[in-house]
């Protein structure tokens, strides 16, 4: 165990700047830059097939297709894994610090805005056209 009590066992103090660090997703980290490559993909596709839902099939084919419906839905339920698991993505600040308290990235993160933009993001606009 170091001095800030990073391999803290049950009951150990661990450094308050540390606490809940094990839950904060980094930057770095290979599965975050993964699943932002799936988020660029996702978002490329709705750039695509929402104003083709909207303006030229005007909603029948994402009722009438069932792969286009579970993939829309799919894709919506990934939105939503994405607004969750931003609330622990550690972030720089303006000084290009990397800011890991849990309270602060959640924080953060509703501020910016990008909380409702997401959480509108993820509603299930497949739905929408039944």
Same mark, same amino acid.
């Given at each position: 165990? @170091? #001095? +800030?009590?990073?391999? $803290? #066992?049950?009951?150990?103090? &661990?450094?308050?700047?540390?606490?809940? &660090?094990? +839950?904060? &997703?980094?930057p770095d980290n290979r599965w975050a830059q993964r699943w932002d490559f799936i988020m660029i993909l996702v978002i490329i596709y709705f750039a695509f097939s929402v104003p083709y839902q909207l303006g030229i099939s005007g909603g029948v084919t994402a009722v009438t297709s069932t792969g286009f419906f579970v993939f829309n839905v799919? $894709?919506?339920? &990934?939105? $939503?894994? @994405?607004?969750?698991?931003?609330?622990f993505r550690a972030y720089r600040d303006n000084k290009g610090k990397l800011v890991y308290s849990l309270p602060s990235i959640r924080r953060e993160y509703i501020r910016s805005g990008w909380f409702f933009i997401n959480l509108l993001a993820s509603f299930p606009s497949t739905v929408s056209w039944l």
């Amino acid at each position: 165990c @170091d #001095k +800030y009590g990073s391999m $803290a #066992k049950h009951g150990e103090r &661990i450094h308050p700047s540390l606490r809940g &660090i094990r +839950y904060v &997703i980094f930057p770095d980290n290979r599965w975050a830059q993964r699943w932002d490559f799936i988020m660029i993909l996702v978002i490329i596709y709705f750039a695509f097939s929402v104003p083709y839902q909207l303006g030229i099939s005007g909603g029948v084919t994402a009722v009438t297709s069932t792969g286009f419906f579970v993939f829309n839905v799919i $894709a919506n339920c &990934i939105f $939503a894994v @994405d607004t969750f698991l931003s609330f622990f993505r550690a972030y720089r600040d303006n000084k290009g610090k990397l800011v890991y308290s849990l309270p602060s990235i959640r924080r953060e993160y509703i501020r910016s805005g990008w909380f409702f933009i997401n959480l509108l993001a993820s509603f299930p606009s497949t739905v929408s056209w039944l």
